[in-house]
């Protein structure tokens, strides 16, 4: 890279494109931001700075590398690290052409029942975390296997478990700061430590019943320079150092008065995503480094590390052979893919230099996917003879990794399509097909264009079918794969639904569109003819369009070519806001009674931004009919009835006949036969 010292130019803030997947993930950590005390206020505060900026900084780095005349094509093949020396030496050298380095952080087919490897066992009737893949369950804070309630309190930051009847009763709970005990690893004596928990998966083998909990956890030395530093000074350095590492802790609870710890692991880097799959957690953590750093003799913290708590507490570093890399784009921060096996209580770790954004996995592959920015400078003629002008031309790939899921994670290969996608449910496989839509954003001469566009890839990661140019000018909000189907939500003005037919992998096509107001921002299949929308109703002012309320629709999708409809509600006015907007798991749905509950914090419909309630939502859809059966709120009110204190963190599971509702400081129990309370208490 030349050593010009060019300008940052803020202006090019506005060239960033983001996601709406780190759009959640900041949404979430500002939530727990304002529900957490100390701990979690610390934790999470210079996480959410460093989300925020590491936008910036990841995407100005990109397009600064790609602005020297000489630039290759990048290709994004993967090679092995052949030593650790050469490891250490790529790493040194990338940390200083970056004068030090810039630390990046990674943050979260119709799937109608539970995800088959969740604790299930003779209990009741009960609800399950609403994932992607049917069999393949998603870590959530809260889970019940119909007989016990589990859930975590982000407030107090530990985890509660509850008696899933009339009247519960709480017979555990374990603070996040007690996860670990007083071990540690001799490495990091001295440091202080911080756990937070996180989320969890409920497992059952045989007639085993497994809990585990993932957390994270902050190391850092206060008033303490990095030894790295030495004399160089530098004025914005944190008053403290540490590193964040992911903490995996499984339980046995067959026995729930008498848990056992079975296992313990500590990865390196902050949770992307986690699966849950036939015994295997499968997790992937992104890892940057320190802000600044420079060659000393403490080099050997750059290699990816994990540590396994047993007799004895272990820091072991990951073999090189299990290291692979971009020789042309090399980036000083990694992701590791780890499989645990729960059943033979055994680690497997893959490492990939780069950040990844977003994942995906389905029964037999796992796909990392990350953005690369491409700049290119063309000469067009001018209005002046015999002159040309220079224009500027940015754009996005996204980088898609295939690993096979066996005995270990395996790479196998990977290719790059135009755009960028928004989430998770982006991408789909079905029939050995892996399918993907972006919205592909060009930025000329800061004017921007956007389209959107559909792939399907084969197993040997070859586009054999595509759809280009669907929707110019407006961008995806949602997508869902339905088997040979794809519905998708474009916006700019109205919510086109599109019903993209995929059967034929070679040949996709458009089927029908629907164009209504608003905007869905997750689809959820409700079975074979009618998906269910939620998104964001829209109106226009001055001239632009704006959000108004939280919108439900119900679609007849029955007519492939003429989609329909059928039913729609608008719940409050401008601010009004779910989590389950931007997060499928706080969504849950019970199909004995076809209910959904998802937390709400609803706003007078005034234009006023006043809000009018917090609390949890209860919708029952029926014959293509929505219906509001009930509103549970802990909130305390005025005499006026205004929020004095509205409470976050509202949850919900079904047992049987019964709904309950938890958050941060209380629970509640609604008999569902005659949407009755039955039951409140604090916790």
């Known amino acids: 890279m030349r050593n010009d010292k060019r300008e940052l130019d803020l202006r090019r803030l506005d060239e960033i494109q983001v996601s709406d997947e780190l759009k959640r993930r900041t949404i979430l950590k500002c939530k727990d931001l304002n529900k957490g005390g100390i701990v979690m206020k610390r934790r999470w505060a210079a996480a959410v700075m460093t989300l925020i900026v590491s936008i910036f900084a990841f995407t100005y780095v990109l397009s600064y590398l790609r602005q020297d005349k000489d630039t290759r094509e990048v290709s994004y093949e993967l090679t092995q690290v052949q030593s650790k020396k050469e490891f250490l030496s790529m ?335 982006s991408m789909d496989e079905y029939d050995g097909y892996f399918r993907i839509a972006t919205t592909e954003s060009i930025n000329q001469n800061n004017k921007f264009t956007t389209t959107n566009n559909v792939y399907v890839i084969d197993k040997n990661m070859n586009v054999v079918g595509k759809i280009n140019n669907i929707a110019p000018d407006e961008r995806i909000y949602s997508t869902r794969f339905v088997k040979d189907k794809l519905y998708m939500v474009t916006f700019k003005q109205v919510d086109p639904l599109f019903v993209i037919d995929l059967k034929n992998p070679r040949q996709p096509k458009i089927l029908g569109l629907l164009k209504i107001p608003g905007y869905s921002t997750y689809l959820h299949p409700y079975d074979e003819n009618t998906i269910i929308g939620f998104g964001m109703d829209t109106g226009e002012m001055e001239g632009r369009v704006v959000n108004k309320g939280m919108k439900v629709a119900i679609f007849d999708v029955s007519d492939v070519n003429n989609p329909k409809q059928k039913d729609s509600i608008e719940i409050g006015g401008k601010g009004t806001f779910s989590e389950s907007l931007y997060n499928h798991k706080a969504l849950v749905e019970y199909r004995k009674y076809n209910l959904y509950a998802f937390e709400l914090y609803e706003t007078k419909n005034d234009d006023s931004y006043v809000l009018d309630f917090a609390g949890l939502c209860l919708m029952q859809i029926e014959n293509n009919k929505i219906d509001i059966k009930a509103k549970i709120s802990h909130s305390i009110t005025s005499s006026q009835n205004e929020y004095k204190e509205p409470i976050y963190g509202y949850r919900a599971v079904f047992v049987d006949n019964l709904m309950f509702v938890i958050s941060s400081r209380a629970i509640s129990v609604i008999n569902l036969d005659n949407m009755k309370e039955v039951y409140r208490g604090n916790i």
Request: aromatic share 12%; glycine share 6%.
């Open 91 to 425: 790493i040194n050298k990338k940390l200083k052409e970056q004068n030090g380095g810039i630390r990046l952080f990674g943050g979260r087919q119709v799937a109608e029942k539970a995800a088959d490897s969740s604790a299930q066992n003779n209990s009741k009737e009960h609800s399950s975390t609403n994932v992607q893949v049917e069999g393949i369950d998603e870590a959530d804070i809260i889970k019940t296997d119909g007989q016990y309630i589990y859930v975590i309190n982000f407030e107090r930051n530990e985890l509660n478990v509850y008696t899933a009847e009339e009247k519960p009763k709480k017979i555990f709970s374990l603070k996040g700061e007690d996860i670990l005990g007083s071990r540690e690893a001799k490495e990091f004596k001295g440091f202080k430590r911080n756990i937070g928990l996180q989320d969890m998966f409920l497992y059952k083998n045989g007639n085993k019943n497994y809990l585990v909990i993932m957390s994270i956890v902050s190391r850092y030395k206060e008033n303490t320079e990095h030894p790295s530093l030495k004399e160089r000074v530098i004025g914005i350095m944190p008053i403290y150092y540490g590193e964040n590492t992911t903490l995996i802790s499984v339980y046995d609870v067959s026995d729930i008065e008498k848990v056992d710890v079975v296992k313990q692991y500590e990865i390196t880097g902050d949770k992307l995503s986690a699966r849950l799959k036939d015994g295997k957690v499968y997790l992937v953590t992104n890892k940057g480094f320190y802000y600044y750093f420079r060659e000393s003799s403490n080099s050997n913290n750059l290699l990816p590390y994990y540590i396994e708590y047993g007799q004895e507490v272990e820091k072991k570093e990951i073999d090189v052979s299990n290291i692979r890399y971009n020789k042309q784009d090399i980036q000083p921060n990694y992701t590791i893919i780890s499989s645990i096996d729960l059943n033979k209580n055994t680690i497997n770790n893959q490492v990939i230099l780069g950040y990844f954004e977003n994942m995906y996995m389905s029964h037999d592959s796992l796909y990392l996917v990350k953005i690369a920015l491409n700049y290119k400078e063309i000469k067009q003629d001018s209005n002046k003879p015999n002159e040309s002008i220079a224009v500027s031309i940015y754009d996005e790939d996204t980088v898609i990794y295939k690993f096979d899921l066996g005995e270990k994670v395996e790479y196998k290969k990977f290719i790059s399509v135009k755009g960028r996608i928004i989430n998770q449910f």
